[in-house]
């Protein structure tokens, strides 16, 4: 029978089929980060219970770490306690760990593929719901709570129904300065943040193909904020050259690799494959997008106003008052007239090397403006090292940004990288979510490229028609 | 886990639609490496002022709610963030069961709760039933009819009863067969799971993860 994409990876990872319409499915890398593993590993000293493979788990600590000069000492007394469980679980178990200090740190969704980690596949899971973004390689990615965590950490299995399979068909090519990023807040749009539940994206066409492995990292990213369990797409020559592009010390080698090759080449779903849903979206009428609400779902055109009360799909009129309430913001204001206090380039969804070469490349020889504080943070040590090897670091100083250290910084604002009440800030993170990067804070969801262009007029720009800044 | 067969208590509303895990228990609250003191932290930014005193506006806050074990709420409810400490604070704050509605079918279906809060309540003892749009709406009617309104929930017979002043209303469910088995009998999903030990080793002995160990 022909098979999709998911349902090969799938079967590969049946250990068995259950009586109760579940699967024991066999998960191969296990990514492990300091705030929702600490009661897993406590689970497993109650119960006298060991890591059954330390060798597929890999820890690094990012929701918690300063990326401030702080950053090797921190601070916060509950937030080292927490840092320090984790490096003493790891040492307890064997498990890697990439912790603060350390030349591979950064945001666990970073460092997977960076280090080789995430290959074509696999099944990967991490306490975190942003795994989606693995997907980004053809590997069944998702999020998993803390009681799962301890399942996997014991077992190396969870116990899952099988999904259904959704495909997002992005045909023709992005206009210039459209990204993936608005691509991905496009189709959460369509569909609501609860239209992908119970539901695996395959992303494809045309435009998926055309995407660099970072840009489809964000796409893949965002599945959750759709509301699906993860998103997938095919791996293709591109996956590969990013695979074998560099030194990734977890990725196979020689022989072992070629062998992985001849299967990785198998897993793109056949032609006359059957998805239970199918969406079309002409990609080349996606505009740059801005989220105006508190849910990712809340997104228009860059050109287009605020809605009104009655004129946002699968969210009532009182949900509407009260996001723009809480967003500051009323019917038909124009986002390009409203100023901003802070632009965080940042986060798993947008914080990759080409993220912050967009970002440089619009920042460079101009300045921000003078009532905006511009927050650069890249996703991982190694982004961090490349980064200034391109000289990117000095233009982000130059043009008055700060350059920080890897983390996951002012996505969710759980260090000290947090929004005040009121303050409005265009992030290139994923949620927008009342009090998500400081309580009372605002927050509008862009692509890193929208986002550096924000930073210098002091406000949205179309950055399709944008002159630079210049009179 | 503690097994759930039956429970009845005061139903409470909050009438909000894709309540995501951020509201449920912020960033703050998560750096506690233990799994306990969560409760009187869940819905913190609504439920307590900026100066930290109790919010009058929202809608827990009542004194008819203080004593509630059983919330009905809108659809999408626990959408973002796969922290389980949402569970831990919403079941430490008293819950022990959710309603939420569906909406429509077929590709416009949306459902009461998001899929990875779903599955941490499951590991929980929390009760997550979805009920129709219509459903819904007459539970909070009710609620907002009667102070100290209270529901039964016997999860053998997938029902939830209202005890209405004005006459029992009963509402079926449909729920998953596997966690209902495990909620009923309050079992380890660890344990269960290393019962199939056997059928994990021996799908090891082929099955190539990828990995390069150098």
Same mark, same amino acid.
């Given at each position: 029978?022909?098979?999709? /994409?998911?349902?090969?990876?799938?079967?590969?990872? !049946?250990?068995?089929?259950?009586?109760?319409?579940?699967?024991?499915?066999?998960?191969?890398?296990?990514?492990?980060?300091?705030?929702?593993?600490?009661?897993?590993?406590?689970?497993?000293?109650?119960?006298?219970?060991?890591?059954?493979?330390?060798?597929?788990?890999?820890?690094?600590?990012?929701?918690?770490?300063?990326?401030?000069?702080?950053?090797?000492?921190?601070?916060?007394?509950?937030?080292?306690?927490?840092?320090?469980? /984790?490096?003493?679980?790891?040492?307890?178990?064997?498990?890697?760990?990439?912790?603060?200090?350390?030349?591979?740190?950064?945001? !666990?969704?970073?460092?997977?593929?960076?280090? %080789?980690? *995430?290959?074509?596949?696999?099944?990967?899971?991490?306490?975190?719901?942003?795994?989606?973004?693995?997907?980004?390689?053809?590997?069944?990615?998702?999020?998993?709570?803390?009681? &799962?965590?301890?399942? !996997?950490?014991?077992?190396?299995?969870?116990?899952?129904?099988?999904?259904?399979?959704?495909?997002?068909?992005?045909?023709?090519?992005?206009?210039?300065?459209?990204?993936?990023?608005?691509?991905?807040?496009?189709?959460?749009?369509?569909?609501? *943040?609860?239209?992908?539940?119970?539901?695996?994206?395959?992303?494809?066409?045309?435009? !998926?193909?055309?995407?660099?492995?970072?840009?489809?990292?964000?796409?893949?990213?965002?599945?959750? &904020?759709?509301?699906?369990?993860?998103?997938?797409?095919?791996?293709?020559?591109?996956?590969?050259?990013?695979?074998?592009?560099?030194?990734?010390?977890?990725?196979?080698?020689? &022989?072992?690799?070629?062998?992985?090759?001849?299967?990785?080449?198998?897993?793109?779903?056949?032609?006359?494959?059957?998805?239970?849903?199918?969406?079309?979206?002409?990609?080349?009428?996606?505009?740059?997008?801005?989220?105006?609400?508190?849910?990712?779902?809340?997104?228009?055109?860059?050109?287009?106003?605020?809605? %009104?009360?009655?004129?946002?799909?699968?969210?009532?009129?009182?949900?509407?008052?009260?996001?723009?309430?809480?967003?500051?913001?009323?019917?038909?204001?124009?986002?390009?007239?409203?100023?901003?206090?802070?632009?965080?380039?940042?986060?798993?969804?947008?914080?990759?090397?080409?993220?912050?070469?967009?970002?440089?490349?619009?920042?460079?020889?101009?300045?921000?403006?003078?009532?905006?504080?511009?927050?650069?943070?890249?996703?991982?040590?190694?982004?961090?090292?490349?980064? &200034?090897?391109?000289?990117?670091?000095?233009?982000?100083?130059?043009?008055?940004?700060?350059?920080?250290?890897?983390?996951?910084?002012?996505?969710?604002?759980?260090?000290?990288?947090?929004?005040?009440?009121?303050?409005?800030?265009?992030?290139?993170?994923?949620?927008?979510?009342?009090?998500?990067?400081?309580?009372?804070?605002?927050?509008?969801?862009?692509?890193?490229?929208?986002?550096?262009?924000?930073?210098?007029?002091?406000?949205?720009?179309?950055?399709?028609?944008?002159?630079?800044?210049?009179? | 886990?503690?097994?759930?067969?039956?429970?009845?208590?005061?139903?409470?509303?909050?009438?909000?639609?894709?309540?995501?895990?951020?509201?449920?228990?912020?960033?703050?609250?998560?750096?506690?490496?233990?799994?306990?003191?969560?409760?009187?932290?869940?819905?913190?930014?609504?439920?307590?002022?900026?100066?930290?005193?109790?919010?009058?506006?929202?809608?827990?806050?009542?004194?008819?709610?203080?004593?509630?074990?059983?919330?009905?709420?809108?659809?999408?409810?626990?959408?973002?963030?796969?922290?389980?400490?949402? #569970?831990?604070?919403?079941?430490?704050?008293?819950?022990?069961?959710?309603?939420?509605?569906?909406?429509?079918?077929?590709?416009?279906?949306?459902?009461?709760?998001?899929?990875?809060?779903?599955?941490?309540?499951?590991?929980?003892?929390?009760?997550?039933?979805?009920?129709?749009?219509?459903? #819904?709406?007459?539970?909070?009617?009710? #609620?907002?009819?009667?102070?100290?309104?209270?529901?039964?929930?016997?999860?053998?017979?997938?029902?939830?009863?209202?005890?209405?002043?004005?006459?029992?209303?009963?509402?079926?469910?449909?729920?998953?067969?596997?966690?209902?088995?495990?909620?009923?009998?309050?079992?380890?999903?660890?344990?269960?799971?290393?019962?199939?030990?056997?059928?994990?080793?021996?799908?090891?002995?082929?099955?190539?993860?990828?990995?390069?160990?150098?």
């Amino acid at each position: 029978m022909a098979k999709t /994409l998911f349902e090969k990876i799938w079967d590969r990872h !049946v250990v068995r089929d259950l009586p109760d319409g579940t699967s024991l499915l066999y998960i191969d890398r296990h990514l492990v980060h300091e705030v929702t593993s600490p009661q897993a590993f406590e689970g497993l000293r109650l119960t006298g219970r060991k890591v059954r493979h330390p060798e597929l788990t890999f820890s690094t600590m990012d929701h918690n770490v300063p990326t401030d000069e702080t950053r090797l000492t921190i601070q916060d007394p509950i937030s080292k306690a927490q840092v320090e469980a /984790l490096e003493q679980n790891c040492k307890e178990h064997g498990i890697h760990l990439y912790g603060i200090g350390d030349d591979h740190q950064g945001i !666990v969704h970073v460092i997977g593929p960076e280090m %080789g980690i *995430t290959v074509p596949g696999l099944t990967l899971v991490c306490g975190d719901s942003h795994t989606s973004t693995h997907g980004a390689f053809g590997t069944l990615a998702f999020g998993i709570g803390t009681s &799962e965590v301890e399942h !996997v950490l014991a077992t190396q299995t969870l116990r899952q129904k099988k999904p259904k399979t959704f495909k997002v068909e992005f045909t023709g090519k992005l206009s210039p300065h459209v990204h993936s990023k608005d691509m991905v807040l496009k189709l959460i749009g369509m569909i609501g *943040t609860a239209g992908g539940t119970g539901s695996v994206f395959e992303f494809c066409g045309e435009a !998926v193909r055309a995407l660099s492995m970072e840009a489809r990292m964000t796409i893949c990213n965002m599945s959750i &904020e759709g509301g699906a369990k993860a998103g997938l797409i095919a791996p293709d020559q591109t996956t590969f050259d990013y695979i074998l592009a560099e030194d990734r010390p977890f990725a196979p080698k020689g &022989e072992a690799l070629e062998k992985a090759m001849a299967e990785w080449r198998k897993l793109p779903g056949d032609p006359d494959a059957v998805f239970d849903r199918t969406l079309v979206i002409d990609a080349s009428t996606i505009a740059p997008q801005v989220s105006w609400g508190t849910s990712p779902g809340m997104v228009i055109d860059v050109d287009q106003p605020v809605p %009104g009360l009655n004129d946002v799909a699968g969210y009532s009129a009182g949900d509407v008052r009260k996001a723009l309430d809480y967003m500051g913001l009323e019917p038909g204001q124009d986002l390009t007239e409203t100023p901003l206090d802070i632009v965080f380039i940042g986060s798993c969804t947008n914080s990759r090397i080409e993220d912050l070469r967009r970002a440089a490349a619009v920042l460079d020889g101009r300045q921000k403006a003078d009532h905006v504080r511009l927050m650069v943070v890249p996703g991982s040590q190694q982004v961090r090292k490349q980064a &200034e090897a391109e000289g990117l670091d000095n233009v982000f100083k130059a043009a008055g940004a700060e350059w920080r250290w890897a983390g996951c910084s002012m996505c969710l604002a759980m260090n000290p990288d947090k929004l005040a009440p009121r303050e409005r800030c265009a992030s290139t993170s994923n949620r927008n979510f009342e009090g998500r990067q400081g309580a009372g804070g605002r927050t509008h969801l862009v692509s890193p490229e929208m986002a550096a262009a924000a930073a210098i007029a002091g406000h949205f720009v179309d950055i399709r028609t944008w002159n630079g800044g210049q009179n | 886990m503690d097994a759930f067969t039956t429970h009845r208590g005061i139903v409470a509303p909050l009438d909000r639609a894709n309540v995501d895990t951020d509201q449920i228990i912020p960033k703050q609250f998560l750096k506690s490496i233990q799994r306990t003191g969560f409760g009187p932290s869940a819905f913190f930014d609504w439920r307590y002022t900026l100066e930290g005193k109790p919010n009058p506006d929202f809608e827990l806050n009542q004194p008819r709610y203080t004593e509630r074990s059983i919330l009905v709420t809108r659809n999408n409810f626990g959408c973002g963030s796969s922290r389980e400490h949402a #569970v831990w604070a919403l079941a430490q704050d008293g819950l022990r069961v959710i309603v939420a509605p569906y909406r429509g079918e077929g590709h416009d279906f949306i459902p009461g709760f998001a899929d990875i809060f779903k599955n941490n309540c499951s590991k929980n003892g929390i009760v997550t039933i979805e009920l129709s749009e219509e459903e #819904v709406e007459e539970i909070f009617r009710a #609620v907002y009819a009667e102070e100290g309104l209270e529901a039964t929930v016997d999860l053998e017979s997938q029902t939830l009863v209202l005890h209405a002043g004005d006459g029992e209303k009963v509402y079926a469910f449909d729920y998953d067969a596997s966690v209902k088995h495990k909620l009923l009998n309050g079992l380890d999903d660890i344990e269960e799971s290393l019962l199939f030990e056997e059928d994990i080793e021996q799908f090891e002995k082929t099955h190539a993860t990828w990995i390069h160990q150098g």
